[in-house]
């Protein structure tokens, strides 16, 4: 994988329509952008090779599928040496229902998103977490009761010019 090349605002207006349309064809994009499709889809390609795309999914509406429970857990480990974060780190990407690990500051190691069938089988996740003794110290949990919104794209321009959206 290539180093990324400096992002222009319309490298910008494609991710931007990506995240949006992923399953528009090149023409489409090109369209979208004001661009001709050749150069949108160089564009395209160079973004995808340096890894600035890094892959298309398809977004499923979980409760179409059925009931779930959505819930963020925040975790102590008991010791802090690089070979217990990655032991965490491993024991706890064996989870389909941990869909989220982030190492964050403050009060806590970790923070886990989890989405389970049922409160039950989240429980009895935590439950084999604790036993599977990954180092684990302690943890809290806050089962999520409505979702207001979300964003499904990332704040690229945002992020690309370095400065806020508010100012």
Same mark, same amino acid.
């Given at each position: 994988?290539?180093?990324?090349?400096?992002?222009?605002?319309?490298?910008?207006?494609?991710?931007?329509?990506?995240?949006? @349309? !992923?399953?528009?064809?090149?023409v /489409?994009?090109? $369209?979208a952008? *004001?661009? %001709?499709?050749?150069?949108?889809?160089?564009?395209?390609?160079?973004?995808?090779?340096?890894?600035?795309?890094?892959g298309?999914?398809?977004?499923?509406?979980?409760?179409?599928?059925?009931?779930?429970?959505?819930?963020?857990s925040?975790?102590?480990?008991?010791?802090?040496?690089?070979?217990?974060?990655?032991?965490?780190? @491993? !024991?706890?990407?064996?989870?389909? /229902?941990?869909? $989220?690990?982030? *190492?964050? %500051?403050?009060?806590?190691?970790y923070?886990?998103?989890?989405?389970s069938?049922?409160v039950?089988?989240?429980?009895?996740?935590?439950?084999?977490?604790?036993?599977?003794?990954?180092g684990?110290?302690?943890?809290?949990?806050?089962?999520?009761?409505?979702?207001?919104?979300?964003?499904?794209?990332?704040?690229?321009e945002?992020?690309?010019?370095?400065?806020?959206?508010w100012?």
């Amino acid at each position: 994988m290539r180093t990324p090349d400096p992002i222009d605002r319309t490298d910008i207006k494609i991710l931007e329509h990506l995240q949006r @349309e !992923g399953r528009c064809s090149n023409v /489409e994009l090109a $369209e979208a952008v *004001n661009l %001709s499709p050749s150069p949108c889809l160089t564009r395209t390609k160079r973004m995808e090779e340096t890894g600035v795309i890094a892959g298309y999914a398809a977004q499923v509406a979980l409760e179409k599928l059925g009931s779930h429970v959505v819930v963020f857990s925040e975790i102590t480990l008991g010791s802090h040496r690089p070979a217990d974060f990655r032991k965490f780190e @491993e !024991g706890a990407a064996r989870y389909a /229902e941990i869909v $989220e690990c982030y *190492n964050v %500051s403050g009060g806590y190691d970790y923070l886990l998103k989890i989405v389970s069938p049922t409160v039950g089988l989240f429980q009895e996740l935590m439950e084999r977490l604790l036993e599977d003794e990954i180092g684990i110290e302690k943890f809290a949990s806050r089962i999520v009761l409505r979702h207001p919104y979300e964003r499904r794209v990332e704040p690229v321009e945002v992020i690309a010019s370095g400065k806020s959206s508010w100012k």
